[in-house]
């Protein structure tokens, strides 16, 4: 869902880059917010399910606290809306690069490409934080590749921490019928 509201919002800021600017801060401090709430939500409901889900609550936190700062200070926002949304997309561009290496380790196929759009990420993010003061074309343009990118990494992760949830679901059936048997032996 995330993912998917990342690339809506992408492809908005592509097909109204003057318009985007104005409108980009308020879209994307509600996005952000609303990224932190369903982020929390989802650490809470897969505790058990997700090693070292504390990283995914405090994300989501930090998500909250940079949309409600870029929602009550709109005028400061347009100001230095690159600077918070190059910060954000700098943890949550580190955050996938790490998500990537914990699926490498449970031996998840294709976790290149999520290391992939990580490092991407980054790399834009930084771009935002170096030259805030660029253009309002070239920052939209810049920001909207880079949602983009997060956008299609995150369904990504999702789809892939699906198989994941499957191939556990699976063992775990394994073991409860061998279980069984062996109880009836």
Do not use: C
């Not at 606290?65 to 929602?71: M, P, Q, Y």
Request: glycine share 12%.
């Amino acid at each position: 869902m995330i993912g998917i509201l990342m690339i809506i919002g992408a492809i908005w800021m592509f097909k109204t880059p003057i318009e985007s600017f104005v409108g980009l801060t308020v879209f994307f401090s509600m996005l952000i917010f609303i990224s932190g709430i369903l982020t929390i939500i989802y650490a809470i409901g897969h505790r058990d399910e997700i090693e070292n889900w504390g990283l995914y609550l405090g994300g989501g936190i930090l998500d909250i606290i940079v949309g409600f700062i870029l929602l009550k200070y709109p005028g400061v926002t347009m100001v230095l809306f690159s600077l918070f949304v190059g910060f954000w997309l700098l943890f949550r561009g580190i955050f996938m690069i790490s998500s990537s290496f914990k699926m490498k380790k449970e031996g998840v196929n294709n976790w290149g490409w999520i290391l992939v759009f990580g490092i991407l990420t980054t790399i834009f993010a930084f771009f935002a934080i170096i030259n805030p003061i660029v253009g309002a074309s070239y920052l939209v343009f810049t920001l909207a590749f880079a949602f983009l990118l997060l956008g299609i990494g995150n369904i990504f992760i999702s789809l892939q921490l699906r198989k994941v949830k499957d191939r556990v679901g699976d063992v775990k059936e394994g073991i409860l019928s061998a279980a069984d048997k062996l109880k009836r032996d």
